[in-house]
């Protein structure tokens, strides 16, 4: 088998430093992701028309279009209708937290709609305004419901954001281009930072499943 990886030894450190980026970049994109998908949720399940349709609608347009061609439209089409140019990394955070927001609604809605619905007419018949209904009763029980589906999401944004490698970021993945163009052997490091990426994904889903049984306790309790 024709594989040494003595040639990627003195480049180990660059590419443990895309680590980094890609951690900084997917929690960023993951935060705008869940401020925005919560808002779109509580949109779909409003009765007030023109909001329930805004949510639908970006919910198609960021479901129905590949994710590659958002990023690549945040990272041209700003600079070309705008004038002002916009750094890789802002494109990426943009256009995946957007991404992710439409994703997040549907599991919000879904764990939202999962509530039983005596909770909601308790709350309103004692007098519990909207808001407070939806912050202190219905939302917490919401999360604890869709935990499982958040995770999920959280470990495709993290597998997906190798593809901000294609608008220069420098992650894993370009990192491992980086390398592999230097030295003129690709497997190497893509194989190494392929490793990387389990590890990630491993350790993320090892501590969803912590969380999980730490709210199952919380529960029994």
Do not use: C
């Amino acid at each position: 088998m024709n594989l040494d990886f003595t040639q990627i030894t003195p480049y180990i450190p660059f590419m443990l430093e895309g680590i980094w980026v890609t951690l900084k970049f997917v929690a960023v994109a993951l935060i705008v992701g869940f401020i925005l998908g919560t808002i779109l949720a509580l949109f779909k399940i409003s009765h007030i028309k023109p909001l329930n349709w805004f949510a639908r609608a970006y919910t198609s347009i960021f479901r129905g279009t590949p994710l590659i061609l958002q990023l690549m439209t945040f990272y041209f089409a700003v600079p070309q209708l705008t004038g002002y140019d916009i750094s890789p990394f802002l494109s990426a955070v943009l256009a995946f937290g957007l991404n992710s927001a439409a994703y997040i609604s549907e599991i919000i809605r879904a764990g939202i709609q999962a509530v039983d619905r005596g909770q909601t007419e308790a709350a309103m018949a004692l007098g519990v305004p909207y808001r407070q209904m939806m912050k202190d009763i219905i939302l917490p029980q919401a999360m604890k419901n869709i935990l499982p589906a958040l995770m999920n999401e959280v470990i495709t944004l993290t597998k997906e954001s190798a593809l901000v490698s294609t608008i220069s970021v420098l992650d894993l993945m370009r990192r491992a281009q980086v390398v592999g163009a230097d030295i003129y052997r690709n497997f190497e490091p893509l194989l190494f930072v392929g490793f990387i990426y389990w590890i990630m994904v491993v350790g993320l889903s090892t501590i969803g499943r912590m969380i999980e049984r730490r709210l199952k306790v919380s529960d029994q309790n």
